[in-house]
């Protein structure tokens, strides 16, 4: 089961909870009623869904909901986890030989990952295992952004809502002059609907779609681990050997610890 990304909805309740506070501390309980405006919700929402509806595919649109759960869950690999899996592997089949590996397939949950020791175990050539599995990243990289788009446009179409609300506001209240009383609260609530749509975009919208980016991008070093890995395997590489060459894609603290670990075992087994 994939791990649930707490900081997202986190961030979402922190950014809420300070609004309310800025709200209460300078209105108090009363202050926070001329905050809500049914109208200047319907302006923004129902623009922004317009907006959307005319700018994307129905295929297109069909991902939102995909796409905003993969913003509330983290990747599923760790980049040490991958580091292991391929040096057991890459002793099995020095020991044992590549077809070896065919009984570890089934086992394995990622199709991708599944995908390249297949590839490696029929013999295919390091250079056509690297263009397939490439390819495959290639194509990942476009359907997010596709996703991604959808937040990235709704982000861009929000402000520019509450804007248009404001204005229809302001008609109204320009047509009203007669009546110096409701200036005021007519203002007010004229001036909402650029508040909900510049919240919704800085605070939901454009947060979100640049926290899929960062996925993506994560998502794609993840992969290029896998590619090298796959490739070792195929060429017969020494365990040790590919275990040094996929440490590089480590941070510089775990690269660390992984160096110091190595060692503490040379010298325990120079000890023995």
Same mark, same amino acid.
């Given at each position: 089961m994939r791990k649930r990304d707490v900081l997202t909805p986190i961030g979402i309740t922190l950014g809420f909870i300070m609004l309310m506070l800025a709200i209460l501390f300078k209105g108090g309980t009363q202050g926070t009623k001329f905050? &809500?405006?049914?109208?200047s919700i319907f302006v923004v929402m129902g623009g922004v869904a317009a907006s959307l509806l005319i700018n994307f595919k129905t295929e297109q649109i069909k991902l939102t909901g995909t796409v905003l759960k993969e913003a509330f869950h983290q990747n599923d690999h760790r980049i040490e986890d991958l580091i292991s899996m391929f040096v057991r592997l890459a002793g099995r089949a020095r020991r044992e030989g590549i077809l070896a590996l065919e009984d570890e397939i089934d086992d394995m949950e990622d199709p991708y990952i599944r995908k390249g020791v297949l590839l490696a175990v029929d013999g295919i050539e390091p250079e056509v295992i690297s263009d397939i599995m490439n390819s495959e990243i290639t194509a990942m990289e476009e359907r997010h952004y596709q996703g991604r788009a959808i937040l990235e446009k709704?982000?861009?179409?929000?402000?520019a809502w509450g804007m248009i609300g404001t204005l229809v506001g302001l008609v109204l209240m320009l047509n009203s002059l007669t009546d110096p009383a409701t200036l005021g609260p007519k203002m007010a609530v004229a001036l909402l609907t650029t508040l909900y749509g510049t919240v919704?975009?800085? &605070?939901?919208?454009?947060? #979100?779609?640049?926290? &899929? /980016?960062t996925k993506t991008e994560e998502e #794609?070093?993840?992969? /290029?681990i896998v590619i090298e890995g796959i490739i070792g395997l195929q060429s017969g590489q020494n365990p040790r050997t590919l275990e040094e060459k996929l440490n590089a894609f480590l941070p510089l603290d775990s690269k660390n610890h992984a160096k110091s670990a190595t060692a503490r075992a040379g010298e325990n087994t120079h000890e023995a």
């Open positions: 905050f &809500l405006d049914i109208s709704a982000g861009e179409y929000a402000p919704m975009a800085n &605070l939901f919208f454009i947060p #979100m779609a640049s926290k &899929l /980016q #794609m070093f993840i992969k /290029q």
